[in-house]
């Protein structure tokens, strides 16, 4: 009777062990290689070398949702797309849609939709003018981030380049440094960015922000086809929809944006 009893204790225990197995949680053995922004607010990394910014606690996020490890690179547009190109980067973030990145071999998941906002210097903006009013002036000088134009429309670049109205430089920090030297005047950005800068820089009493709610602009992820396989990119895919769906996204972006600012967003 005893043998009877150990023999189905053991029975029991097996058929434990190998449901905990069947139903084990499933693992990710990949490393991402993630190329980010290379300005603040975006990204950075302290004088510890940790890592931080809008950049980083979105990655970090989906990363610890999706139990894959990652290392993230702080690098210019030109240089992503170009890592892009070379097969050395699996994911780039946060930009906006853009067709430099889709030509350069990688697919976009889309995290949330900003509208444009408009710096632009108080001496040279009358009240109630819209951001196409900006535009048309031809007095009005503009810095632009280099490789960077997806909230700026075709033709509202060629008309700066015609005009000689457009000062374009490497860096972000750069680009809002012109308005304080004096040298330009505007600067078409997302929020995110001129939130930051402006206060950054200590323009806030020379410039007024004109958000353009007719203009709005997806933001997210660029997955690079060659290295990140379907399984991979469908895995991530879902963990940015959960993080959509219970807020999580939200409530990174909210710490980075007044409660102005963020009634402009929204969760595709």
Known sequence: MMSMHFLKALLVIAIGLSGG???????????????????????????GGQAGGVDEDLISAIMARS?????????SRPMAVESLKRNQLDLILLVAENNIYSDGGADFIPLFRSVRELVVRK??????????DVFGNRKVIFGNLIGSRAV???PEYQMLLKDSRIIQVPDAVGVYSLIQKGRTDAVIATPLLNNYLVKDLKIENDVILVSDRNF??????????????????????????????DGTIERIISKYLTQDQMSSVTFE
């Open 152 to 154: 700026m429309t075709e």
């Open 216 to 245: 709005t602009t997806s933001l997210g992820i660029y997955v690079s086809r060659q290295r990140v396989g379907q399984q991979d990119r469908a895995r991530l895919e879902e963990v940015v929809r959960k993080m959509k769906k």
């Open 21 to 47: 197995v069947v139903f084990a949680k499933e693992t990710c053995s990949k490393q991402y290689i993630v190329g980010t922004n290379n300005y603040m607010p975006m990204y950075f990394r302290n004088p």
């Open 67 to 75: 139990d894959c490890g990652y290392n993230s690179r702080g690098m």
């Open 123 to 132: 001496s040279k903006y009358k009240k109630g003018q819209t951001v196409a």
